[in-house]
């Protein structure tokens, strides 16, 4: 444990260092580093907003089956299986950010040995390939007055108003579900003033059955531990906001995680010419500002190599 706490705190001296040499655009909404952040519509205004200003190139239900490259005119070609048959697409360059679990063959004309990695035995930690496993969202919403009457030490207030960020739980305390985030706190006007909003995390790899269960017994075991930590015994059926299922959620970096990415950079290298990027939240971090940071510094290198071949 010690190990993992000065290796986090050296990468966050190393991230103020980073953020103080290149900081935000000057017309960015003022924000500060590590709080919590959305849109008044949810995280779904971001891939909203880049499919208005893309328009018809934004494709839905197009399933890629086969990548290949012309090694004379280093043009790549890309199969898709779609609504309307089969279709060829042809480009200078492709970016990849398929899961590794649903990769397949797809990459192997142009990276050979690429559908082994994603797939060979990991004997250290009794894997195939990368581990997804299941996770489920769940948002719940009770009455405040039904959450524990306690007023909270260090002048926090009292309980039923959930000042803070929500709660991880640890497995010692008998409950199952992950973590809940107090969404109603984080994000105000989300719902009526006499009730909160919990967007409670549920599944992961140490608890895989939950992929199986149905949704009603999902939101039964969520909401039987909220009874344990934060609500009263007397509350009511909680109001069912949402519940997504995700079959392969996060992946998992795990024991030998860095050499399957040091050997996809090796394949990338041998890709004669360049133009070919594998991604994912396997390789630049999971989290939804890694995501987002890594999506915006690639798209400079995409055009960089593009500004190359025209010159």
Not at 22 to 44: A, H, I, M, T
Not at 300 to 307: A, F, H, I, S
Request: aromatic residues 10%.
């Amino acid at each position: 444990f010690g190990a993992i706490f000065y290796g986090g705190l050296a990468r966050q001296v190393e991230l103020t260092k980073e953020r103080k040499a290149d900081p935000p655009e000057p017309e960015w909404v003022d924000f500060e580093y590590g709080n919590p952040g959305s849109f008044k519509r949810g995280l779904s205004a971001l891939p909203t907003a880049i499919e208005k200003e893309l328009g018809e190139k934004v494709k839905l239900e197009w399933t890629l089956t086969k990548v290949d490259k012309n090694k004379d005119t280093g043009i790549y070609s890309a199969t898709f299986d779609t609504p309307d048959g089969r279709q060829t697409v042809t480009s200078k360059s492709i970016s990849c950010t398929i899961p590794t679990h649903a990769m397949g063959d797809i990459l192997e004309p142009v990276l050979p040995g690429s559908t082994e990695l994603f797939t060979k035995e990991r004997a250290i930690v009794n894997r195939k390939g990368i581990y997804y496993p299941p996770v489920a969202a769940v948002t719940l919403a009770y009455p405040k007055s039904t959450f524990v009457d306690m007023e909270l030490s260090n002048g926090f207030g009292n309980l039923q108003n959930l000042p803070g960020f929500g709660m991880l739980n640890p497995r010692t305390e008998g409950v199952r579900t992950l973590g809940t985030l107090w969404t109603s706190s984080l994000f105000p006007g989300r719902c009526p003033d006499n009730y909160n909003i919990l967007l409670n995390y549920i599944g992961g790899s140490r608890d895989p059955a939950i992929g199986t269960m149905s949704e009603e017994d999902i939101i039964s075991a969520v909401d039987t531990d909220l009874r344990k930590n934060l609500l009263q015994s007397s509350a009511p059926k909680p109001k069912v906001l949402g519940i997504k299922v995700w079959p392969k959620a996060i992946p998992q970096y795990e024991l030998g995680h860095s050499e399957i990415i040091d050997q996809l950079e090796s394949m990338e290298g041998k890709n004669e010419g360049g133009g070919l990027w594998v991604s994912g939240n396997y390789r630049s971090g999971v989290a939804f500002p890694d995501c987002c940071t890594f999506g915006y510094e690639h798209a400079k290198v995409v055009k960089d190599y593009l500004d190359s071949k025209q010159s």
